[in-house]
């Protein structure tokens, strides 16, 4: 950091007479020149500051809550915004002090540093206080006009020859203009400080040529201490000058990582949490802790932040990553940014959504601020309608892409992200289940090329709602399509007594169908996650032989399962009672058969072959 020492104490001219003295009193006062000599300092006394001299003080000026004691001679001199006030008489005595400098840039201490040199005494100009400076002197009027080397132009040379030469003095002066508005805006510092910036980050990553965009560049740190209105500004220049669009991202994300409040349980970021009326401990914090109420103000400040970023992110595609996409959309909910900026972003978001993970899909649902909560009704955990919004986005450009005949497509990686979102979303017991299904659906059947991951979304819903009707688990289960589930799915589903025993049956008459298609010899298609076991098909003619003779065996139990069936329907005729002893002995027949179906399954399993369920809780065949 570079200062300047100044020494603001006068020559005056040997012609200044008494007797000029005397002539066009009203028009200019003289300065004396013993008065220079005297005044050496100043001394504090509680809130009051006073010049040490040998003349008493004749005006008191308040700036802030500090009150300075001075001549006016001096400041009349040098500060035309005083010389054109009237001195001669005390306007504001009974408050005791003659003039208020209101809203004065810099406040009390830029005002002694000024004062310090209206007197003569030396003063430092450094990148702390040359903003402040430049500011008060404008305020003050302290032009050439006034005396040639007066403090603006001084303070302007510093600024331009020194300052703007420093990429550290640079970031300290417009981080010192944040408190100087709209001063120093006006006076075109913090514009000259920005494009200095930028010029020395294009000039760097011209000389350093190509740059690799996952690594911080080290200007990254710096520019993410500024506040956002001068970090965009940088930005801006930044693009102008023709940066790559990665690095502008990574950037981005940098500051957003520093800035933004954090969604977890660590204090990484603005250390702020987010106030809303969730009744749910488990339910969504931002930092640690449950959620606690902040101030309007805050809430507006990281809107502010949170709606600039979006609108600064380079339209590229990869430029900035799908989880800090995420993380934007998150806050951008939680506090209720502007819908349009929103909505931008989940379209930003479908076209990288092959990139997120399933954490980064669990969105909250609630608002803070202007959003009304009605805590009547029932809310769910997550905002699954963003979710759908953002998938009926990737949808579309997915689309696109077959339209263009391009030949990567990424629906295969988006039918595991999107089946483990719905295992998340089935243990929130206010899902419903025409949303549920909805959303289950708005993935095109053909995408799931296993339906494994679906089966087990479906079988957590069925084991968080238990009191779903038989009607409304049939409508659930009619999503899946039991002839791509795999041999382990298979198995589970069979023995699964949450499903309809509807489905169960459809699980078994799919086993047969591949059973068949392996003895004509045709090809099995199984999922990805069963494909280590395709060569367990093309077995001997003997192995298919005995196979067929359980199957068989599998047909005689559902008969005998199908009498049992119709003797206990015919019993529940005859009796008004429900759920009495017919229904009791019935069960007990249908229970002896079951587990003489599971006795084979578990003979089949041990023989290590073939991994064929042939006896499994079915229904007969009408």
């Not at 009390?108 to 500011?135: D, H, M, Q």
């Not at 809430?299 to 799908?322: A, D, F, G, H, Y």
């Not at 931008?344 to 993970?357: C, D, F, T, W, Y």
């Not at 090329?449 to 779903?468: E, F, M, N, Q, V």
Request: neutral net charge; aromatic residues 8%.
């Amino acid at each position: 950091m570079q200062k300047l020492i100044l020494d603001g104490q006068e020559n005056t001219s040997d012609h200044h007479e008494s007797d000029e003295n005397h002539q066009n009193h009203d028009q200019c006062i003289v300065v004396p020149t013993m008065l220079n000599a005297i005044a050496d300092g100043f001394i504090k006394k509680e809130k009051s500051w006073f010049a040490t001299s040998q003349l008493p003080s004749d005006l008191s000026i308040r700036v802030e809550d500090i009150t300075f004691y001075v001549h006016k001679y001096p400041l009349i001199a040098r500060c035309g915004y005083l010389n054109q006030i009237e001195l001669h008489e005390p306007q504001n005595s009974h408050l005791g002090y003659d003039i208020k400098l209101e809203k004065f840039p810099g406040g009390s201490e830029t005002f002694e540093t000024i004062l310090k040199f209206c007197y003569g005494l030396p003063i430092s100009l450094n990148p702390a206080n040359v903003a402040a400076l430049r500011c008060g002197s404008e305020f003050l009027e302290m032009t050439e006009a006034m005396e040639e080397g007066n403090l603006i132009s001084k303070t302007e040379a510093f600024f331009t020859f020194v300052v703007l030469s420093s990429w550290n003095d640079t970031i300290m002066v417009i981080k010192s203009c944040e408190m100087l508005s709209p001063w120093a805006e006006n006076l075109q510092i913090v514009r000259r400080c920005c494009d200095s910036i930028a010029w020395k980050i294009f000039r760097e990553n011209s000389t350093a040529g190509e740059i690799i965009t996952n690594k911080r560049t080290w200007w990254f740190d710096d520019v993410a201490t500024l506040r956002i209105d001068f970090f965009m500004r940088i930005i801006t220049a930044v693009k102008v000058k023709g940066i790559k669009p990665e690095i502008i991202g990574s950037c981005i994300m940098n500051y957003g990582e520093k800035c933004l409040p954090s969604m977890y349980g660590d204090t990484r970021g603005m250390d702020c949490k987010i106030g809303t009326n969730r009744r749910n401990d488990s339910q969504w914090s931002i930092t640690s802790g449950r959620i606690k109420e902040t101030s309007i103000g805050q809430n507006k400040e990281q809107r502010t932040i949170i709606e600039s970023l979006i609108s600064i992110l380079p339209p590229q595609k990869e430029t900035v990553s799908c989880k800090f996409l995420l993380r934007l959309l998150k806050m951008s909910i939680v506090y209720a940014a502007s819908p349009a900026l929103i909505s931008e972003l989940e379209k930003r978001i479908g076209m990288v959504l092959e990139n997120a993970s399933t954490n980064d899909l669990l969105i909250p649902t609630y608002a803070v601020g202007e959003q009304t909560i009605n805590s009547n009704e029932e809310q769910t955990i997550h905002n699954i309608d963003v979710v759908q919004r953002i998938l009926d986005y990737f949808l579309m450009y997915e689309q696109q892409k077959l339209q263009q005949q391009e030949l990567k497509s990424t629906t295969l990686n988006i039918s595991k992200l999107f089946d483990s979102y719905l295992v998340e979303i089935a243990r929130d017991p206010n899902v419903s289940i025409t949303k549920f299904r909805v959303l289950a659906e708005s993935l095109p059947r053909h995408v799931r090329t296993c339906h494994d991951g679906l089966y087990r979304a479906i079988d957590t819903y069925l084991k968080t709602h238990p009191s779903l009707s038989e009607h409304d688990r049939r409508r659930l289960c009619k999503i899946m399509d039991c002839g791509k589930l795999s041999l382990d799915g298979c198995m589970h589903a069979a023995q699964n007594e949450r499903l309809p025993m509807r489905i169960i049956i459809q699980v078994l008459l799919s086993e047969q169908v591949k059973m068949r298609a392996a003895v004509h010899g045709k090809d099995i298609t199984e999922s990805d996650d069963n494909s280590d076991k395709e060569n367990s098909w093309s077995s001997t003619k003997n192995e298919v032989k005995s196979l067929r003779e359980e199957l068989e065996n599998v047909k005689i139990q559902m008969a005998e399962l199908h009498r049992d069936y119709s003797e206990l329907q015919q019993e529940y005729e005859k009796t008004n009672n429900k759920h009495r002893s017919p229904w009791t002995l019935g069960w007990r027949k249908m229970k002896k058969s079951a587990l003489f179906i599971r006795k084979m399954i578990e003979d089949e399993t041990q023989e290590g072959e073939h991994r064929v369920k042939p006896g499994r809780r079915t229904q007969s065949i009408s």
